[in-house]
């Protein structure tokens, strides 16, 4: 089963199993995979697999082996590391354009609203002190996002995993 998976700089495997992962490799474990707690972890979804990154260094990896299917990730007693891409400025852009469809529930300082359009790294400090300073109408805008819907909320998810599936397609890939 095709999934993504991210590792840290250092390319090592995570939980004291120091391999380091290479492209075109595929990594055996001996155990009973249970989610969360054994086993070679990956998500179906990228927008699921950010929330377990531990690193920058994204994986396009296929489970194998025993597998075990979860809500948001996978596990399997096999993963094989089929093309590998450092996604660090995607992942920026990413959140750039997430935090401009949200920009409108909040009163965002020019800065702020420029910075999320253009990524320009030279007001980036003026920014997230803008950002700062505003931050009680951040909370308001937190509060009024959380009382979406659900259906809403999962429709913005799917929207979110479309554009960032679609963005690492720009990424430099290395593949076995």
């Known amino acids: 089963m095709k999934a993504w998976h991210f590792v840290g700089e250092d390319k ?6 120091d391999r380091i992962v290479r492209v075109g490799r595929t990594y055996k474990v001996q155990c009973e995979p249970v989610l969360c707690e054994s086993g070679l972890h990956a ?3 990228l927008i699921d697999a950010i929330k377990y990154a531990p690193g920058q260094i994204l994986c396009r ?3 194998g082996g025993t597998i075990v299917k979860g809500y948001d ?13 450092d996604v660090s400025d995607i992942l920026g852009e990413f959140a750039r354009k997430c935090a401009l469809d949200v920009v409108h529930l909040w009163n ?27 931050a ?41």
Not at 12 to 17: P, Q
Not at 114 to 132: F, M, N, V
Not at 136 to 163: F, I, M, P, S
């Open 73 to 85: 990730k996978v596990v399997g007693t096999e993963r094989t590391v089929i093309a590998m891409a």
């Open 43 to 45: 998500s179906i979804r």
């Open 108 to 134: 965002a300082p020019e800065v702020v609203v420029r910075y999320l359009k253009t990524g320009d790294e030279s007001i980036r400090s003026a920014a997230l002190d803008a950002a700062r300073d505003a």
């Open 12 to 17: 090592r495997l995570g939980y004291g199993d």
């Open 61 to 63: 990896v296929e489970v």
């Open 136 to 176: 009680a109408a951040a909370g308001a805008a937190a509060v009024a996002a959380a009382v979406l819907a659900r259906t809403e909320r999962d429709a913005a998810r799917e929207k979110q995993n479309r554009r960032l599936t679609t963005m690492v397609k720009k990424a430099k890939w290395r593949k076995a």
